[in-house]
Structures are given as structure tokens and as C-alpha cells.
């Protein structure tokens, strides 16, 4: 049980572009979801947290109209990187609580490659 | 507020000797904490996990951590090291709630990569 994805696992996007990654909940329904950056050999960065039908929480220094999240459901997430630029290339990971526990159950990441 | 220092930003070890990842912590309330392990391109796996119960806690894969409350300090052990255990490992601290369970932002380490030699 408490299985997260996130689609795709890997994407190759050109400089100026947007694209989107998706976060589900498979097998429970995540009132909370948060959305991570890993830049190569560091720590994960809180960038925001959501929660289903409201608007998301952004940590500082993190640009609300650059990184777009969405949380439309129960069990899905979304994160959009708008007009993206290759310093925004990383590992994104999200995760999610089931409001028992509030433990957070990680994805297996998107790693973002902008050209 | 919670911070949290991995002492060591890399450990090399034989297999089949023990395994010491060492983690501090700081929190101005009751935390949780937990390890996670990442593989190379992966995202984390659990652990183990210290929610105010029994302060030895033993986890997957033969891994145990004690938490300190004195020293603060929960650092992450393993008798006998695997090959398999090479990997990147995260400690986390989040704040407790009353019943016991952890809530809210997780804080992680700054990651120790384990190295298991032949």
C-alpha cells in the first residue's frame, strides 16, 4: 500500500518550453502532496506543498509563476514548469500523505533535462 | 524551527563490516525522525522512522537507529555491510503531534553516500 508515481520518469525539453509532470497516489487518497527539487549530489528542497482544491503553499525564494502546481484531486498532482531553462534541469520528486498518519510517501522522481 | 547535520558527507566501508551514518538534529519541539535511502536516479525508500516510541528502532534491511535525546543525535547503524547498501542515505526531521505522529514540513540532511568496498 501507499504507492505514489509520477509520469514521466525522464523528459528532454528544449529552453523555452513548459512541460508538466504528473504525481498520483495509487492506492490512497493524498490530502497533502509535495513537490521536492534535488540538484545533483544535494539534499531535497521543499519547493511547495498542496493540498486537494486549494491553492499551493510555496516555499521561499521559489517562483509561484515559474513552477505552476495543481492539485484538482485526491489523487493528483500536477507540476508545470513554465518557459523552462536549463538551470531549471534537476530531479523533481513528489510525495504524499494519507491524513491518518500524515507519513509522506515518495515518488520515484522525474528527472528534467532542459536544452 | 528543525535543522539536521549528517556528519559525514561520505562513508567507505568493507562489506561485512559495520556501517555508522551519523545524524544531529535540532528541533524547538518533539520531533520525528527518519532515514531514507536513494539509489542512483531513484527516489527514497524508507528506512526507518523514530515518532516518539522505543528509541531503538530497527528498520529494513538489517538497519537500526537510536535516538539520543541528550545528544540529540540518531544516527544509523548496520552490523555487517552489503554491497547492496551502497547508496545515498538522508536523514529527516519533521515536527510530532500530540498522538505521536509526525505532521508537517520534513527537513533533510545533507545526505551521506555510502561506499561498500569488496
Known amino acids: 500500500g501507499a504507492v505514489v508515481s509520477q509520469h514521466p520518469s525522464r523528459v528532454i525539453c528544449k529552453s523555452g518550453t513548459s512541460v508538466k509532470i504528473e504525481c498520483r497516489s495509487l492506492d490512497f487518497q493524498a490530502t497533502t502532496m509535495f513537490w521536492y527539487r534535488q540538484f545533483p549530489k544535494q539534499s531535497l528542497m521543499l519547493m511547495a506543498t498542496s493540498n486537494e482544491g486549494s491553492k499551493a503553499t510555496y516555499e521561499q525564494g521559489v517562483e509561484k509563476d515559474k513552477f505552476l502546481i495543481n492539485h484538482a484531486s485526491l489523487t493528483l498532482s500536477t507540476l508545470t514548469v513554465t518557459s523552462a531553462h536549463p538551470e531549471d534541469s534537476s530531479f523533481y520528486i513528489c510525495s504524499a500523505t494519507s491524513g491518518g498518519t500524515y507519513e509522506q510517501y515518495f515518488g520515484p522522481g522525474t528527472r528534467l533535462t532542459v536544452t | 524551527a528543525q535543522s539536521v547535520t549528517q556528519l559525514d558527507s561520505h562513508v567507505s566501508v568493507s562489506e561485512g563490516t559495520p556501517v555508522l551514518l551519523r545524524c544531529n538534529y535540532s528541533?524547538?519541539?518533539?520531533?520525528?525522525l527518519f532515514w531514507y535511502v536513494q539509489h542512483p536516479n531513484k527516489g527514497l525508500q524508507l528506512l526507518l522512522k523514530y515518532t516518539s516510541a522505543a528509541t531503538l528502532v530497527k528498520g529494513i534491511n538489517g538497519f537500526e537507529a537510536e535516538f539520543k535525546k541528550s545528544e540529540t543525535s540518531f544516527h544509523l547503524t548496520k552490523p555487517s555491510a552489503h554491497m547492496s547498501d551502497a547508496a545515498e542515505y538522508f536523514c529527516?526531521?519533521?515536527?510530532?503531534?500530540?498522538?505521536?505522529?509526525?505532521?508537517?514540513?520534513?527537513?533533510f540532511g545533507q545526505g551521506t553516500i555510502l561506499t561498500v568496498h569488496p
Open positions: 528541533s524547538s519541539y518533539s520531533p520525528s
Open positions: 529527516v526531521v519533521s515536527p510530532t503531534n500530540a498522538g505521536g505522529t509526525s505532521y508537517g514540513k520534513l527537513t
